[in-house]
Structures are given as structure tokens and as C-alpha cells.
């Protein structure tokens, strides 16, 4: 099946270092990639929508120069956490769109647990 | 409004039986897709099923099947013959038209017991 990798798995840092996520579809090509954020216990939160070769969509609400954005290739997306504090700690976690697949689902990779001290 | 509606938040299932997990959702768009996802504890997203809102049979995927209900607006997931690696959180999400983006519902955590 459709395979995602996001490295790195968990990153601990100190308040104002900024840490980079990445998101690679494997067997794929994507040319949209989303970018999600995950409190403990609760659904799912669409940040943004990553489109290669464009700058992304950001939802309502998400700051664009806190949560940076580039995807330079069909198979590659990543998310700068700049600045980082400890309201940014959560676990993030990124998906692609298979448009070889019925349905063009998302799949998703296996997340980054972010602890800002 | 929410656009997709989990009501039970938490379910315990015996091994070997079959659970049902409920969904509803709510667009005005005749064009959507229906999934469902299960998230382990260790935190992964797994796609299970996909159901179109214009196929005519509901999908089934293995152990899974979608009960598929259009005029109720309802998706819900059937799992046979549960096993206790089925113990995880699920997610059910919902794409509209021909935008890509999906819509989840807040998840049921299902429980197997031996």
C-alpha cells in the first residue's frame, strides 16, 4: 500500500529553537499534502494544505510565520516549527493525497511528538 | 455545524464479535467520499475504507465493511470478527466535492477484550 514517512518520530528541544518536520510519499507523487495537529484524546486538526510548487492554504486561525511550509518536490513537504515554545508542543502529523487510488485517500505518516521545554 | 458526527465516544466489544461504530455527516454537495481511519496508540493513521456518495454497493475491505446509508446520511463502519490488535481509536472523515481536504469526526476508541 501507499506509504508516508515522516521523520523525525519525536523531538524534544529547549523554548526558541525552531525544528523542521518532513513528509515524504514513498511510492507515490503527491502534489497536495496536508499538515494536521493532534491534542491528546481529540480528532484531527487540518493547519494547512501543501501544494507543490505553490505556497500553502492555511486554516483559519494558524499562523503563517509560526508554522512554515515548503513543498519543493512531488514527494516532499515540510513544516518549520520557528520559534518554537511549549504551547507548540503536540504531536503533528502529515498526509498525502494518492491520486492513483479510488477515492484519492489520504495517507498519513506516523507522526512527530514535539516537546518544547 | 459539524459535518461528521461520532456519538459514542468509547465502545468495548468482545473477540470474535462484530462492532459497529456510527457515523452521520452532513453536506449539501451530491458529489463527497466517505473514510474511515484507525489510529493505534502508537499514533499512526491507517486508511481502512472508502466509500464514494455515487457507488452503489457499499465497500467492504477485508474484515471491514461501510453501511452505507444515503438518504439517513450515515457511514458506519462494520468490523467482524474482532481481534484484540483492533483496540485503537476511529476516525471517520469526509471529503466534499472536488476539494481534497477532509473533515473528521472527534473518534470512537474501541476496547477488545479477550
Known amino acids: 500500500g501507499a506509504v508516508v514517512s515522516q521523520h523525525p518520530s519525536r523531538v524534544i528541544c529547549k523554548s526558541g529553537t525552531s525544528v523542521k518536520i518532513e513528509c515524504r510519499s514513498l511510492?507515490?507523487?503527491?502534489?497536495?499534502m496536508f499538515w494536521y495537529r493532534q491534542f491528546p484524546k481529540q480528532s484531527l486538526m487540518l493547519m494547512a494544505t501543501?501544494?507543490?510548487?505553490?505556497?500553502?492554504?492555511?486554516e483559519q486561525g494558524v499562523e503563517k510565520d509560526k508554522f512554515l511550509i515548503n513543498h519543493a518536490s512531488l514527494t516532499l513537504s515540510t513544516l518549520t516549527v520557528t520559534s518554537a515554545h511549549p504551547e507548540d508542543s503536540s504531536f503533528y502529523i502529515c498526509?498525502?493525497?494518492?491520486?492513483?487510488?479510488?477515492?484519492?485517500?489520504?495517507?498519513f505518516g506516523d507522526g512527530t511528538r514535539l516537546s518544547i521545554l | 455545524a459539524q459535518k461528521i458526527t461520532q456519538t459514542q465516544p468509547g465502545m468495548f466489544v468482545q473477540e470474535k464479535e462484530a462492532v459497529t461504530l456510527d457515523c452521520t455527516y452532513d453536506t449539501s454537495d451530491p458529489s463527497y467520499g466517505l473514510f474511515w481511519y484507525k489510529q493505534p496508540s502508537s499514533g499512526e493513521m491507517i486508511f481502512l475504507i472508502y466509500?464514494?456518495?455515487?457507488?452503489?454497493q457499499n465497500a467492504t475491505e477485508g474484515r471491514y465493511s461501510l453501511n452505507f446509508q444515503k438518504a439517513r446520511k450515515s457511514a458506519n463502519l462494520v468490523i467482524s470478527a474482532s481481534q484484540l490488535g483492533d483496540s485503537a481509536m476511529y476516525f471517520c472523515a469526509m471529503r466534499e466535492g472536488r476539494k481534497y481536504k477532509l473533515s473528521f469526526g472527534a473518534g470512537t476508541t474501541v476496547t477488545v477484550r479477550a
Open positions: 501543501s501544494n507543490e510548487g505553490s505556497k500553502a492554504t492555511y
Open positions: 511510492d507515490f507523487q503527491a502534489t497536495t
Open positions: 466509500q464514494g456518495s455515487y457507488d452503489q
Open positions: 498526509s498525502a493525497r494518492d491520486p492513483g487510488q479510488s477515492g484519492q485517500p489520504q495517507h
